[in-house]
């Protein structure tokens, strides 16, 4: 039994990952976009939008150039799974997006 067990969690566990691959937001398409909660068929379009003028470089390139990605909904959409460039949103990039607006 045990030996069953271990296998099912193992299981679990893979399927559990694969649940919540990250989604980049440079490389979705507004369907994978919108499979993140938060994220209507506007806010996709607008994403897909602005990435035709470049690959958004990070999450501050992507709230600067994106209307109605601010901080809060950039929390949102990163902790839903979204990446930028294949990273989460972090306190550093809060804090580097808002140094940058002051400007």
Known sequence: MTVVKTILAIAIALFSALAFAATDVNKATQAELES?????????????????????????????????VGAGNAAKFSAEGLTVNGAALTATTVAATAATKKK
Not at 42 to 51: C, D, F, Q, W
Not at 54 to 64: H, V
Request: aromatic letters at 6%; a positive charge; zero cysteines.
């Open 36 to 68: 993140i909660k938060g994220i209507g068929p506007s806010m996709s379009a607008r994403i897909v939008e602005a990435r035709k003028s470049g690959a958004f470089k990070d999450w501050t390139d992507l709230q600067t150039r994106v209307k109605g």
